[in-house]
RNA sequence: GCCCGAGUAGCUCAGUUGGCAGAGCAGCUGUCUUGUAAACAGCAGGUCGCAGGUUCGACUCCUGUCUCGGGCUCCA
């Protein structure tokens, strides 16, 4: 009877009816099995599980369980919404709809320009719900490229799909090289392109797989809409992006919403409110910040622990002011590669000046000043440098994205032979250094020279590009190679950081440079007596201050580690008659270089508590007759459940201490 | 820069066919003198982002503009 036979992922093989399809090989492991079954994978391709099975096929039923069977979810759910707003909005065309990180998006055009409104999204939703209750099936057809275009006829975007796939099918090399791949990869490659039908009226194109029928949908919400480009290019039109979210289950959705809630209560520029940290007055300008006392009390500490790692490390410490000549910056090469980015010129008894947007070009300049020596080398300088950046007005978000912000920013000159070794030294101390903030995954990303946008010769860019490679290695760091996404004037690595909820933040970054040597015509005198060029690392290692701080406000939702917390404890008395006693415990720990504050008694203690924990105070400490008797602090501390009481002062002084030199 | 949305008290937000601007919290004053997450009462607080327009009359409708938010593109 069986005359099939395929293999199971455990290695087990399993004998079919010939003509079976990946259903029928779910069926036939357990009804729980093909009750979840969603696709299949077929020798490593992923396909629709009606597909026919053959014999000696190595095949895996996939699940929602497994990363493959979530983004198929996502998928059909993605369809699912195409075919809504399609009915919905008689004349709307649609464009792509792929699955993303925790759901799905699908773009459309609607007809005279019209624009889909949040509100909107409710009733688009209730249409999917129906689609999905009524259990439609997704088939799969496959028909040439030109009876695709007849077929989507009235749908620009779609044709302009197919005749990509066409196009790419006739050089499959010119194909790999563009940026159409992902074009390419919503239907077949081999000439034909598919499409599937959900009903009568609705089909869609697309390469699939998808789940077998809408029914098996159903976990998701449409969470807003935006604006997005076709093809991700600002020339083009501007499409309608409907983005949702998508999940196997009722709790894995829920789950997520919440995940969004409390990521929300993160966000750093509604902390920096709700502390006092930093606040961006209207009357600034876009990406302009002021701080706060609270707030700059703890970019104090961030700034004086980097001076402090930095000193340690033999960088020498340089300052630069904040305009310098355009001439400057044309010998820099940045008014030729960055100027869109730049601050204008403003003219000056006929002189041409810039703001900054970075700090290189005065060090070259500070390396100048004297004729270098071999002995000298590496120099590392170091700069707390402000530099103003032209921001696209849409992309400024807070402390994140500025266009005025201070790069802790290093320039080390080496020799050639000294650079691969500076490298490797370089990522231990970056990472060390985030580390002490509390940071402890990351990842990172190695870019190549940029086509077209940048200057020097093939073998430099190679030599520094390696140098930076087996860095990564020897650190041990997973990276992952973004072709192109150097600087102008050199390869780079980025290390992001992620947070406490599993968001990655990107922040240091070194760039490795021989163009600027040259620009700049620097020189060291080698022992051979002879002149030779240094190669310069660029090197930021928060980043952006502004950023840095933003990103430890959001990781730790704004409850600062004591040795970070602008105040580290609020002390209550009791009544006023303890408020003498409160001022000498404050006192106390203020000289042991602690930052306290009296709390005095005009509300009841209950209320002044609360107000203590609202703006996350690592301790508030209480005071009241026993402890001015007796020489001692009631402790609540923040992250400690319910309170001590009858705490001697010294023995308070020495755990915050600890804990302060811990970093925790 | 582009698409969409939003700007009402320090903060969070109500405010409909266009007809005198509202609440809670925060602030101030007074009373209360308090042992671990919100005492009580009163007061004050606004060119409804800004500028035009329509209207007898605009927070409300229209146009422009600024700022913010979500995206796109870009990036530390």
Known sequence: MADISVTLPDGSSRNLRQGATAYDLAVAIGPGLAKAALIAVVDGQEVDLNTPLSSGQ????????????????????????????????????????????????????LPHGASISDAELTGIEAKMREIIAADQPFQRYEVSAVDGLELFAEHR?????????????????????????????????????????????????????????????????????????????????????????????????????????????????????????????????????????????????????????????????????????????QTSGHLDFYEESMYPAMELDGVSYHPKPMNCPFHMLIYKSAQRSYRELPIRMFELGTVYRYELSGVVHGLMR?????????????????????????VSFVLSVLRAFGFSSFDARLSTRPLGKSVGEDGEWELATEALRKALEAAGLDYQVDEGGGAFYGPKIDIDVQDAIGRSWQLSTIQVDFQLPVRFDLEYVGADGGRHRPVIIHRALMGSIERFFGVLLEHYSGAFPAWLAPLQAAVLPVAAAHSDY??????????????????????????????????????????????????TVGVNARDGDGVERGVSLQEFVVRLQQEVNSHK
């Not at 709307?92 to 699908?106: C, E, K, L, R």
């Not at 976990?219 to 991700?232: C, D, N, Q």
Request: hydrophobic content about 40%.
């Open 157 to 329: 975007y779609k044709c302009e799909i197919i005749q990509t796939v066409a196009l790419a099918h006739n050089d499959v090399s010119a194909a790999r090289a563009s940026e159409d791949q992902e074009l390419a990869s919503e239907v077949v490659a081999d000439g034909q392109v598919s499409y599937y039908r959900n009903s009568e009226s609705f089909i869609d194109l697309c390469r699939g797989p998808h789940v077998p029928s809408t029914g098996c949908l159903g976990h998701f919400k449409l969470m807003s809409v935006a604006g997005a480009y076709w093809r991700g290019d600002s020339g083009r039109p501007s499409l309608q992006r409907i983005y949702g979210t998508a999940w196997a289950s009722r709790k894995d959705l829920d789950a997520h919403l919440h995940r969004l809630a409390e990521a929300e209560k993160r966000d750093h520029r509604r902390l920096a409110r709700e502390l006092d940290l930093v606040s961006w007055p209207t009357e600034l300008g876009p990406g302009l910040a002021v701080w706060h006392p609270k707030g700059a009390t703890v970019r104090r500490i961030i700034e004086d622990y980097s001076r402090h790692r930095h000193s340690e490390s033999d960088y020498q410490f340089v300052f630069s002011p904040h305009l310098a000549r355009s001439e400057l910056w």
């Open 582 to 631: 409160a001022a000498q415990v404050v006192k106390c720990l203020s000289s042991d270089g602690f930052r306290a504050e009296v709390v005095e008694a005009q509300e009841p203690l209950g209320r002044r508590i609360r107000a203590a924990k609202l703006q996350k105070l690592p301790y508030v400490l209480v005071v009241g007759d026993e402890d001015v008797f007796n020489g």
């Open 402 to 426: 500025s266009r005025g912000f201070t790069q802790d920013d290093s320039h080390i000159f080496v020799t050639r032979e000294q650079a691969p070794a500076e490298i490797a030294s370089l």
């Open 58 to 109: 190595q095949v895996d039923i996939v699940t929602a369980d497994s990363e493959a069977g979530l983004c198929t979810l996502r998928h059909s759910t993605a369809h699912v919404l195409a075919q809504a707003v399609l009915e919905l909005y008689p004349g709307a065309t649609y464009a792509i709809g792929p699955p993303i990180a925790d759901g799905f998006y699908y773009d459309f055009d």
